[in-house]
């Protein structure tokens, strides 16, 4: 029997990687003929598309989905995989020498601020952070029941207590991600007001040749959003990330992959400060357990012997990058509270720098802008006392936690 000779495809021949494309499509598992231009691409280094290596990624994690009967099909995120697969080994690798941590945990923060600043110039959504913070407070908490636990130098209310904040913050964490807050569309005021506003742009763009608008006509221009087509109230704003309008805006935070706004922003709060609590407690009993003969603070840049074992070298190491996370948000929820106390939103205090209108005092932590302040007692009652949006907490769902 003669073997047929192997017949590469014609030009014109469609090819389907999940085989014959005259199946049904719900059976396929990618966009062929997206993918198939997006390699073409990649292979002939068209260099007229900028971004088409992110394209195709995202071509790659839309459709990369396990068929599951209950669920459907899971989608699966790939900057979630970087933070699992690295943050193990680099921590590890850090703990074999105080010189290879040194280069480790300096170089750490700084590719997560470059892939910060990569993501935020292109405006668009990661769970790279959101994973990255969980993935390493479960590691934290892992070395802690593994390695330091057994060591008899932690009593059991230490560890009750430890797991008890890190669950609250995990709870706020969630209540945090059920929503900042959207800006809801009034049907007969917004469609009474799409019509003004869209004489109104017409008008602007017709006499925007030298000829000054009044401030009133600024001021509709600037509460009316074009891209949700709604009239904005005071002191929201549009987010470019999540494509939506938020009450209160305050801004769009990488690490929770939400935005901060009327409805959670207490909750974001409460989540920083319980976080902070937790890791500095987890901090100083780690520290206590591996340099027992030092106080905590000396123990943290003075630990003699400590890289003599390697479980204690990888505890010393995790602690030092938990100082690290810690100082950053530390920053953080500093100021959120002098811009609470100030009666300002982190949006109102760029927005200001952006068009001048703000001066920095103390060192860049307090701006002062155009927003009038009513006290700081008066501030912080009405922060804590801010109404919820009617119908803002939907029932939580998977999509909500991520």
């Not at 990369?64 to 995120?77: H, K, M, Y």
């Not at 009239?231 to 009450?247: F, K, M, N, T, Y």
């Not at 902070?276 to 943290?300: D, E, K």
Request: with cysteine; charged share 15%; proline share 4%.
């Amino acid at each position: 029997m003669k073997r047929e000779r192997f017949k590469p495809p014609e030009p014109d021949d469609p090819f389907c990687c999940c085989g014959d494309i005259d199946q049904q499509r719900e059976y396929c598992c990618c966009d062929c003929e997206e993918l198939d231009n997006a390699c073409e691409r990649l292979i002939q280094r068209d260099s007229k598309n900028e971004d088409f290596l992110s394209r195709l990624l995202s071509v790659l994690s839309e459709r990369l989905g396990l068929q599951c009967s209950p669920l459907g099909s899971v989608r699966i995120e790939l900057s979630i995989l970087p933070p699992m697969l690295l943050l193990p080994v680099l921590l590890q690798v850090a703990a074999l020498h105080c010189m290879l941590g040194v280069v480790v945990l300096t170089a750490l923060p700084g590719l997560v601020l470059w892939y910060y600043y990569m993501t935020h110039r292109k405006k668009r959504r990661t769970l790279f952070f959101l994973s990255l913070a969980l993935f390493s407070l479960a590691y934290m908490y892992y070395l802690f029941i593994t390695e330091i636990v057994p060591r008899g130098d932690v009593s059991y209310q230490q560890v009750v207590t430890a797991t008890t904040g890190m669950i609250l913050m995990l709870i706020s964490l969630v209540r945090t991600k059920q929503g900042p807050g959207y800006v809801r569309a009034d049907n007969r005021h917004n469609n009474i007001t799409s019509t003004n506003q869209s004489k109104l742009c017409n008008q602007d763009s017709a006499c925007c040749n030298g000829v000054s608008q009044t401030d009133h006509a600024v001021e509709k221009k600037r509460k009316w959003c074009s891209i949700c087509r709604l009239v904005r109230p005071s002191r929201a704003g549009h987010c470019r990330i999540c494509g939506v309008c938020v009450l209160r805006m305050d801004h769009h935070c990488v690490w929770i992959n939400c935005c901060v706004g009327q409805d959670n922003h207490r909750h974001f709060l409460l989540t920083l400060l319980l976080f902070l609590l937790t890791s500095l407690y987890g901090i100083s009993m780690v520290l206590r357990s591996v340099c027992p003969r030092q106080s905590v603070f000396t123990a943290l840049l003075y630990c003699p012997g400590v890289y003599n074992q390697y479980s204690t070298a990888l505890c010393f190491t995790c602690v030092w990058y938990s100082c690290i996370i810690t100082g950053g948000l530390l920053h953080l929820l500093i100021l959120q509270i002098i811009n609470i106390s100030c009666n300002v939103t982190e949006r109102e205090v760029q927005l200001a720098l952006r068009n001048g209108t703000g001066r920095r005092r103390f060192c860049g932590l307090l701006v002062e802008t155009s927003t009038p302040s009513h006290g700081f007692m008066h501030n912080w009652t009405h922060f804590l006392t801010m109404h919820t949006a009617e119908g803002a907490h939907a029932p939580l769902t998977l999509t909500d936690v991520v």
